[in-house]
Every structure is written in structure tokens, then in C-alpha cells.
């Protein structure tokens, strides 16, 4: 156990990092952030922080003997990097589950080698190999970037009429993954927390919606079946368990009309989709985290309230004014500075009495 009072390092700068050392500070701890970006959005919550490239070894060895231990909020951290900091301090979740999350190809490997569903997919290296993957899983697809990119970034629409060429071009990356389409009816994501014992703790399945492939708005609970719920739950408790994940882990999720789930991506810390948690559950998931990487015992996911989390992007933020003043909406601003178009700024959580 890493008791109250220790530092624990973040990776990265954003909004997920600045609400995990809040939550955090609540618990006793002081967290060290870890970025390149000077005015990054945890760094604003904490005096602790250390601003230099991933790369930087000299830089890294002075983090790792500031920190009891190591986290990241989000998983495009160098694997490199994590595996640095593991030879002289824990880091939670490891560096395996960084590499198997921020490669899309070795991800949906990963999940179909421990018998988790998918859309199919195809290793897609050159215009030739793109005619092929259409070929082989049909005209409607998603063509996305391995590595990288994110909110619809480095991701080009499939269908009968696309100039193929045009496509790889615009998807811009020299090894691509192509996705067939799912006709779903929603999309929804399941949080788990994970303990080093191996116990778990997890959150009620939750519906996404997305505007421009950005996150718009996240419904707790989510409006599926109970049955399919409960099937959700127990794939996200399956992937945590293989990979043998301590800390969190965020399952984003297609539902189809005769209730399959198929996963579609992973990722192994806080999530967007989650946000909802701070205001409406007895643990949040950024508490969650902390407890976990820490070895502390988990605390209860119970929603005590459902939830509609609303994403506040670019110019949105402008609403704060209003909504301050609506009685059961929760805001939370990031502190970023520049309302840039598609740039999360904020979001707010609107509570109401559970329905079950």
C-alpha cells in the first residue's frame, strides 16, 4: 500500500490529469505532473510538475525519485517512456497495456485473442493492401491511423463510391487499420476499476453520443437492456483481468439491434465518458484510480444519482453564466485558456432522482 502523504506521477497535462490529482489532493496525496506543455491543465492544480519531452531520460530519472508511483491520463505516452520509469518505480497500469491500447491493430489482436468481439478489420499497408481489406470485409468501413490520433483525427469514411487512393492519402499515416461498418443502435462504454489482487469495481454501462467524432453528450445510466448491460460489465471485467490492468480501464462499446456487443476501442485510464461519476457516484472514477494504483481498497461505483454529462467544446464554454445557474447541473472548467474550435474546455453534469 502507498499511503496518504506519498506523490503519485501523472503523465500528461490534460483535463483528465487535473481532475485524477484533484481527487487526488482529496485523499491526501500530492501528485507531479509530467508533460511537455508548460500551462497543461493539471498543471494549473498542483506545484509539483515537471516540464520536459518524453524522451528526455535525464528528466525522467529526476521525475521517477520525485514519485512513489506512476500513472498516465492518457495512452499516447511513449510505451518507451513507461517502460523507464518501471525499472525504478510502479507504474499503474503498466507499460503492456499502453502498447496493446495505443495500437489499434495489436489492440483488436489482443481482444480477439482472448475471445472479446469486433467489428472485422484488416491490416491495410498501401492503396493495393486498401483494395484488398475492401474487398475482403465490404464497401463500408472506417479507415483509421494505427497509432495516434483521437475525437476523429486520422480516420477517413469507407463507402461503395470512395476514390481509394484519396482515402490512404488523407488518412496520412504509413500503416492503417480498415474497420467494417456496424450497424449499431448505440454506442456505449463501461468503466472498470482494478485492484493488484485482482478485485473490481465496476460502473454501470453508459450511452455516447458524438457530434463531428467529438464526445457530445454521456447518458448514465445507459438505455439498454439488462441483460445486455450485464454483458457489457462482464467484457470489460474480462479484458481488465487479461491484461492484468491495476488501476482503470474505459471499454467504448457498439450494442447492434439483436443485442451483441462489440467492443471497439480500449483505454486503460480515465475517460471522457466517465465524467459523470464525480458528481452522481459515491466513488468517482478519478478516486477510483488513486485507490487503485495505491493499493487502497476500492471504493463502491454506486451511482446514487442518473446523469446526463454534456461536453462544453470551444465556444460552448461561453454557457458557463447560465449554466451556474441552473440548480442540479455540476460545471467543471478545464483552465484552458484559447476556446479553439473542436477543444474540450469543460463539461457539466446535470443530476436527476434514479429511475431504478
Not at 500500500?1 to 485523499?27: C, D, F, K, N, V
Not at 524522451?55 to 517512456?81: K, Q, S
Amino acid at each position: 500500500m502507498i499511503a496518504p502523504g506519498a506523490t503519485i506521477g501523472i503523465l500528461g497535462g490534460g483535463q483528465l490529469g487535473r481532475m485524477t490529482a484533484l481527487a487526488a489532493a482529496s485523499l491526501g496525496y500530492k501528485t507531479h505532473v509530467y508533460c511537455p506543455e508548460r500551462d497543461s491543465p493539471a498543471k494549473l492544480v498542483t506545484p509539483y510538475q515537471t516540464t520536459a519531452g518524453y524522451d528526455d531520460r535525464a528528466a525522467l530519472a529526476r521525475f521517477a525519485a520525485a514519485v512513489d508511483v506512476v500513472t498516465f491520463e492518457f495512452e499516447n505516452v511513449p510505451a518507451d517512456c513507461a517502460e523507464i520509469l518501471a525499472e525504478s518505480k510502479p507504474v499503474r497500469p503498466g507499460p503492456n497495456a499502453l502498447r496493446i491500447a495505443q495500437d489499434r491493430l495489436r489492440e483488436k489482436d489482443f481482444l480477439r485473442s482472448i475471445d472479446v468481439a469486433t467489428a472485422q478489420y484488416r491490416e491495410v499497408t498501401g492503396v493495393a493492401a486498401l483494395q484488398r481489406a475492401v474487398r475482403d470485409i465490404g464497401p463500408h468501413g472506417v479507415l483509421k491511423t494505427v497509432r495516434g490520433g483521437y475525437d476523429g483525427k486520422g480516420q477517413v469514411a469507407i463507402r461503395p463510391d470512395a476514390d481509394l487512393a484519396q482515402a490512404w492519402a488523407r488518412m496520412g499515416a504509413e500503416t492503417g487499420i480498415l474497420e467494417s461498418f456496424v450497424d449499431f443502435i448505440c454506442e456505449i462504454s463501461v468503466i472498470v476499476a482494478r485492484g493488484a489482487g485482482g478485485g473490481a469495481a465496476t460502473y454501470v454501462p453508459v450511452e455516447n453520443h458524438h457530434a463531428h467524432h467529438i464526445l457530445d453528450t454521456t447518458i448514465a445510466p445507459a438505455r439498454i437492456a439488462p441483460a445486455v448491460a450485464m454483458r457489457a460489465e462482464a467484457i470489460a471485467r474480462h479484458i481488465a483481468d487479461k491484461l492484468d490492468l491495476v488501476g482503470l480501464l474505459a471499454v467504448e462499446m457498439f450494442v447492434t439491434a439483436e443485442g451483441e456487443v462489440l467492443v471497439n476501442e480500449i483505454a486503460p485510464r480515465p475517460h471522457n465518458s466517465g465524467h459523470w461519476t464525480i458528481d452522481a457516484c459515491i466513488t468517482s472514477q478519478f478516486e477510483q484510480l488513486v485507490r487503485a494504483i495505491c493499493g487502497l481498497p476500492l471504493g463502491s461505483p454506486e451511482r446514487h444519482s442518473d446523469a446526463v454529462m454534456k461536453n462544453l467544446i470551444g465556444d460552448d464554454v461561453g454557457k458557463w453564466r447560465d449554466i451556474v445557474g441552473e440548480p442540479a447541473a455540476k460545471l467543471h472548467l478545464y483552465g484552458k485558456a484559447n476556446a479553439m474550435p473542436g477543444r474540450k474546455m469543460g463539461h457539466v453534469t446535470r443530476l436527476m432522482p434514479r429511475r431504478d
